[in-house]
């Protein structure tokens, strides 16, 4: 469904369970820069009233979500740690040249969006299966469904956005780019890399 060219590595949970303080860290903070971006798209298209509409609904939902990861991190005894560079998104946001039109812009910006959270979903949904933890499993199973429509509501404004040849294009040459980017992460305790 996700159209994913690579798929995480099992191995991954592992890391991740010797490290559950780091990841939940990441995590929160992954929710707050969803949360970000929703807003930064209001801000940057008002006019947009569809796409508006649909981001306040949906910073509202990832600052939810961000409050869910911090009361996991609180009913463990810890506090949010502090914000790390993501460097999956750094490095997939090098993939479409600068430039070009606003609308041009949107649709990157869109297509981005879309990819981070397939990629959110595809990681949710091997934590829900893999993690030892059976509230953390319980957890990302509930995620995983919330980013499965996040994604798919990201590619349909970029095909209302720009032409639908075009955009299917970009995002299968995304796929591929994010692809490569995958062989060299998931290595750490970090949500994407």
């Known amino acids: 469904m996700l159209g994913l060219k690579l798929p995480t590595d099992p191995r991954w949970v592992n890391i991740v369970e010797k490290n559950i303080e780091e990841i939940l860290t990441d995590h929160a903070y992954c929710?707050?820069?969803?949360?970000?971006?929703?807003?930064?798209?209001?801000?940057?298209?008002?006019?947009?009233?569809?796409?508006?509409?649909?981001?306040?609904?949906?910073?509202?939902?990832?600052?939810?979500?961000?409050?869910?990861?911090?009361?996991?991190i609180l009913?463990?005894?810890?506090?949010?740690?502090?914000?790390?560079?993501?460097?999956?998104?750094?490095?997939?946001?090098?993939?479409?040249?600068?430039?070009?039109?606003?609308?041009?812009?949107?649709?990157?910006?869109?297509?981005?969006?879309?990819?981070?959270?397939a990629r959110s979903c595809e990681r949710f949904r091997l934590l829900s299966e893999e993690?030892?933890?059976?509230?953390?499993?319980?957890?990302?199973?509930?995620?995983?469904?919330?980013?499965?429509n996040h994604y798919t509501m990201f590619l349909k404004f970029a095909r209302k956005y720009g032409t639908r040849e075009e955009v299917d294009q970009k995002w299968q040459d995304l796929l591929l780019h994010e692809a490569e980017l995958m062989k060299h992460l998931g290595k750490k305790e970090t949500m994407h890399g």
Do not use: C
């Open 131 to 148: 993690i030892s933890d059976p509230d953390l499993a319980e957890f990302y199973r509930k995620l995983m469904v919330s980013e499965a």
């Open 31 to 72: 929710e707050q820069k969803a949360a970000s971006m929703a807003i930064s798209l209001i801000i940057g298209f008002p006019e947009k009233s569809d796409l508006v509409k649909e981001m306040i609904s949906l910073s509202r939902e990832e600052m939810g979500h961000f409050n869910m990861v911090h009361e996991k």
């Open 75 to 117: 009913e463990r005894g810890w506090s949010l740690g502090r914000e790390r560079k993501d460097e999956y998104v750094i490095e997939l946001k090098k993939f479409f040249p600068k430039g070009g039109s606003r609308e041009t812009h949107l649709v990157h910006k869109l297509l981005y969006a879309a990819m981070i959270e």
